[in-house]
């Protein structure tokens, strides 16, 4: 079964930049990959997502110019550099998989596998 693990999060001031590495075991990841986010009190939120050769990609609208996708499916891994971070960026972050031909979804219901989470603290 696929498994993905997250790592980067961590506590950064405003205006800093992180990023956050998923990688996969299990199977090769040929699937689309994205980004989720959950803060306390809220819903889990798409943030970023990629399609499998990655010529589809998607940003929420309050990321966009500040946070970048990409994929190495040579190594498995799946990457969101996060720059001029916010505070309202503080969140557990998700990588998920899904198992979709074409595109990329920013829907929780859409995918298949997800990874543990990691922490990203925006605070000074």
């Known amino acids: 079964q696929l498994q993905l693990v997250e790592s980067g999060g961590g506590l950064v001031q405003p205006g800093g930049s992180l990023k956050l590495s998923c990688a996969a075991s299990g199977f090769t990841l040929d699937y689309a990959l994205g980004w989720f986010r959950q803060a306390p009190g809220k819903e889990r939120e798409g943030v970023s997502c990629?399609?499998?050769?990655?010529?589809?990609?998607y940003y929420k609208n309050s990321v966009k110019g500040r946070f970048t996708i990409s994929r190495d499916n040579a190594k498995n891994t799946v990457y969101l550099q996060m720059n001029s971070l916010k505070p309202e960026d503080s969140a557990i972050y998700y990588c998920a998989a899904d198992r979709a031909n074409d595109g990329c979804s920013a829907y929780v219901r859409d995918y298949d596998y997800w990874g543990q989470g990691t922490q990203v603290t925006v605070s000074s």
């Open positions: 990629i399609s499998r050769r990655g010529g589809f990609i």
